[in-house]
């Protein structure tokens, strides 16, 4: 098969890396395979891939998913694609900036379909809130992150790892880390290991709840770490401090508990608290 020797592509094709778009590309294909395995594929599957690189993730996908959409910002990868991507029918590539694409318009003509994304780190974050909050059609997501990240996405309240990006994936979905893979994996290689996440979308799953004041309680909770959560609470909603020590006791929380300690069950109750304080001001 042609695409067998990437490297051998990429330099016939004249290909140099830009490392502000975090080029590194797999090119195992037990590895490959693997991931096409988590991430739900089947033949009955639309796949949107975001960031294809050279194309290998991507023939993979094709070859067990119904159809791929493929989402790349570096148009000199395009003799690249050509090659890696020659004689599959069910892929189509579109060289654009996926963070500034509306989601609405990449959705009019998709059917339900799943995200598989292996990104440059700094725009992973953003990409899967992107999706959480806004899409309609989105079942799950099968990102590449760096291995710290993966244990922060994925993690329990009261552990380090445990943050407002934590508490704002459990809002829309459940996360499960699903693949652990050595920098030696990729070409090049990048100076940290990296981790498959599978990013489940759930919406409702808190049960009823107003998305805007959840986030807003996790961003004070979080927000000035040193101080206190009533301190935080008072700040972030202009309460009182008897509001806010109301709030707290009706939700049965500690006053000086800080946020890392907060399950999500615990913001959508403090969340649904506040909003009755405030609506009762
Ligand atoms: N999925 C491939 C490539 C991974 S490297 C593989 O696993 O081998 C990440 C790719 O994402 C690069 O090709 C980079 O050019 C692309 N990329 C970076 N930022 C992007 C963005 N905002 N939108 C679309 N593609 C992007």
Redesign the pocket.
């Known amino acids: 098969m042609e695409d067998k020797n990437i490297k051998k592509v990429l330099a016939q094709a004249g290909f140099s890396f ?1 490392k502000q ?7 195992d294909e037990g590895l490959l395979a693997e991931i096409v395995g988590l991430s739900g594929a089947d033949k009955d599957c639309h796949v949107v ?10 023939r993979a996908l094709a070859q067990k998913a119904a159809f791929v959409h493929a ?4 148009k000199s ?1 395009q003799p690249v694609l050509a090659r890696t991507l020659s004689g599959l029918d069910n892929v189509e590539v579109t060289f ?5 694409m509306r989601l609405d318009v990449i959705e009019r003509d998709l059917p339900p379909y799943r995200v598989v ?4 780190y700094y ?1 992973t974050t953003p990409l899967i809130m992107m999706i959480l909050e806004h899409s309609q059609k989105c079942l799950s997501l099968a990102v ?1 992150v760096q291995e710290e990240v993966a244990d922060r996405l994925c993690a329990l309240p009261n552990t380090p790892q445990y943050g407002a990006i934590t508490a704002n994936i459990a809002l829309y979905a459940t996360c499960q880390k699903v693949l652990r893979v050595g920098r030696q994996m ?1 070409y090049p290689s990048p100076n940290v290991d990296s981790a498959v996440v599978r990013i489940d979308i759930a919406r409702g799953r808190l049960g009823d709840v107003d998305g805007d004041m959840y986030k807003k309680a996790v961003q004070a909770a979080f927000g000035a770490r040193r101080k206190t959560l009533e301190n935080n609470l008072c700040r972030a909603f202009s309460l009182t401090r008897e509001q806010a020590e109301g709030v707290l006791n009706e939700c049965g929380i500690d006053l000086k508990a800080r946020g890392e300690t907060l399950s999500p069950e615990d913001f959508v109750k403090l969340s649904g608290e506040v909003a009755r304080y405030i609506n009762k001001a």
Do not use: S, V
Not at 71 to 74: A, F, K, L
Not at 96 to 100: A, I, N, P, Y
């Open positions: 830009k778009y975090g080029q590194n590309f797999l090119t891939e975001i960031g294809c690189g050279a194309g290998t993730l991507t989402y790349e910002i570096d990868l654009r900036d996926f963070l500034k994304a292996n990104l440059p725009i590449m990729f």
